[in-house]
């Protein structure tokens, strides 16, 4: 075999997605700066683009929103009503762009702030301040589309309408949106943690692109399955299953991709591949995101070869083997739970160097609580008790305090907070507390007796710490990623775009389970952020 002369790389548990994504969050901007930089650099490059200013009298604040109106008038005189500004427009500067004859053009310097100096055009009574510095240093987006209109972002994420009803029969939030296997550190999806049985629920074929194959398979021998493959530029690739205890190995020049399968004779093995992912993984680990999503990356199989002797069943072809993952997810939750009821994470995290630290062995009260929004599902679709134990069991650290090695945060000493990274001092991070509220409330509604109690005792607790605190991660023009610069002493950590609708997206989600006026009220202001829109100045 080739392994011995392969490189071998590090290994993530790959088919756990609930775990992947504590710590693979970080990359998902990678995609949409690098893209908007590219857009930028050909904007940049082909002509010079400008962005309309206009100074305003010192006092007004043009930027309003709606909670802006809203609020009792503080110092009783300023009226802004008739800068006949419309709730929730941006304000009105988009004067035509069109330059007047070139007299009228010339090159000025912008002081900025007494620091730097910037060349300029004035043009009439205007001034021009170029997009190349306006982009960083405002921190915003933008880019000429096909009709020559340059389309101005505030913001570079989106927000994905929340799930009608919430619960543990639906989708996880707008989870459907994510392929987290893409992630550049997601190393490999392994080979060796499927399962055996997934009840039997029937896939229905949807697509003649079939890019995924899955099996039951039983050595009595070593054995192996090669897969054949066509690339989309014609090139063939071989992908091999084989017995190993090592994750993932290449042979480069030869074309081969190994995946171990672990040493698993006389038994029963299911395996369920995205082919797509496989490749991907083994020898176009560099590639960007989006050419992954162009579908002709893995154009087809040509051939399914099996070396060995055994029995074989429920040989696949097949548009995706996502339920048949899920399930994957779920078996190795329940066998790798250890008897804290955690999944311990065993990698270093340094959420501030030398001040926010976890040795390897931490447990993360969001995988907890992602783990029991897969668990959950796993038990509705199943009712197999087995997957709600698991998820009960994960209940107990949350009742730990982090110096114990439990998840459990006190702010103030006195509101319980779920902590996304137990760190000591406290972190407090938002987005992970409300991943663990949604695995808590998803255990509410499934488990019974003392599990539900429990359930019900942890979840509510942690809301009302949530609604108490929630504000503070309010900087009146985006959000706060967590609360270090109180924790800590540490300079505020300012959500980017990407967290900023990752919160809002959780509040819209939590607004289906929790009519509480304080998350519509937050939700619609934090919505505004996205526009340019900010809290009202004294
Ligand atoms: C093949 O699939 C059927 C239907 O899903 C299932 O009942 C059966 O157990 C599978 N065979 C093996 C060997 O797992
Ligand atoms: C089966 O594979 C293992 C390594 O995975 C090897 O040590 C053993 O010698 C092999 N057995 C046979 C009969 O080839």
């Known amino acids: 075999m080739r392994f011995s002369r392969a490189l071998n790389l590090v290994m993530m548990v790959g088919l756990v997605s609930c775990l992947l994504t504590i710590c693979l969050w970080s990359t998902c901007t990678v995609k949409s700066s690098s893209l908007n930089d590219a857009r ?82 004035k043009v009439k009574d205007e001034v021009y301040l170029p997009w190349s510095f306006v982009k960083p240093y405002f921190e915003v987006f933008g880019e000429m589309d096909k009709d020559d209109t340059f389309n101005f972002h505030h913001a570079n994420s ?99 991709i190994y995946y171990g399968m672990g040493e698993r004779r006389n038994e029963w093995i299911h395996l369920a591949r995205q082919l797509i992912f496989d490749v991907m993984k083994g020898f ?47 078996n190795w939750l329940v066998k790798h739970q250890d008897d804290r009821g955690g999944w ?25 609580g992602q783990a029991m929004s897969v668990l959950a599902r796993a038990y509705t679709l199943t009712k197999d008790r087995t997957y709600l134990d698991a998820a009960v069991r994960g209940l107990k650290l949350f009742e730990v305090d982090s110096a114990q090695g439990g998840v459990r945060a006190r702010f103030m000493g006195k509101l319980d907070w779920y902590e996304e990274y137990p760190t000591i001092p406290s972190s407090f991070v938002l987005n992970g507390f409300i991943f663990s509220l949604l695995g808590l409330y998803d255990l509410t509604l499934v488990a019974d007796g003392q599990g539900k109690e429990a359930a019900e005792r942890i979840y509510n607790s942690g809301m009302t710490s949530l609604k108490t605190n929630i504000g503070m991660y309010d900087t009146g023009q985006g959000t ?56 009202r100045h004294n």
């Open 344 to 368: 311990p994470i065993m990698v270093t995290r340094r959420l501030v160097t030398g001040v926010m630290e976890l040795a390897p062995g931490w447990y993360s009260a969001m995988g907890q």
């Open 40 to 121: 930028v650099e050909m904007v940049k490059r082909d002509e010079p683009s400008f962005v309309h200013t206009e100074y305003h009298n010192r006092g007004t604040n043009s930027l309003r929103n709606t909670e802006a109106e809203e609020e009792e008038e503080e110092e009783g005189g300023e009226d802004e009503t008739d800068t006949a500004e419309e709730d929730g427009e941006a304000p009105a500067i988009g004067k035509s762009l069109k330059f007047s004859p070139q007299s009228d053009v010339s090159d000025i310097d912008c002081n900025i702030n007494g620091e730097t100096t910037v060349q300029c055009k």
């Open 158 to 256: 989106l927000v994905h309408p929340p799930q009608p009803t919430y619960g543990p029969g639906s989708m996880f939030m707008a989870f459907d949106h994510y392929t987290v296997e893409t992630r550049d550190r997601v190393k490999c999806v392994t080979a060796s943690e499927d399962s055996l049985q997934t009840k039997g629920i029937a896939l229905p074929v949807t697509e003649k692109t079939l890019k995924c194959f899955k099996v039951d398979i039983k050595f009595s021998t070593n054995g192996s399955i090669s897969i054949l493959g066509e690339l989309s530029n014609g090139e063939k690739v071989k992908i091999h299953f084989v017995f190993s205890r090592e994750h993932i190995a290449l042979d480069l020049k030869g074309g081969n």
């Open 480 to 535: 706060l990623y967590d609360l270090r610069h109180v924790s800590a002493g540490l300079p505020p950590n300012r959500a980017r775009w990407d967290y900023h609708t990752t919160h809002i997206n959780q509040l819209l989600q939590l607004m289906v389970i929790d009519d509480s006026e304080i998350f519509k009220t937050i939700a619609h202001r934090w919505i505004g952020y996205l526009k340019g829109h900010r809290s």
């Open 284 to 330: 176009l680990q560099k590639i960007k995101m989006e050419r992954v999503k162009d579908p002709l990356w893995f154009k087809r199989i040509l051939e399914v070869r099996v070396h060995g002797h055994g029995w074989l069943d429920n040989l696949t072809l097949t548009s995706d083997v996502h339920l048949d993952q899920f399930f994957d997810s779920a």
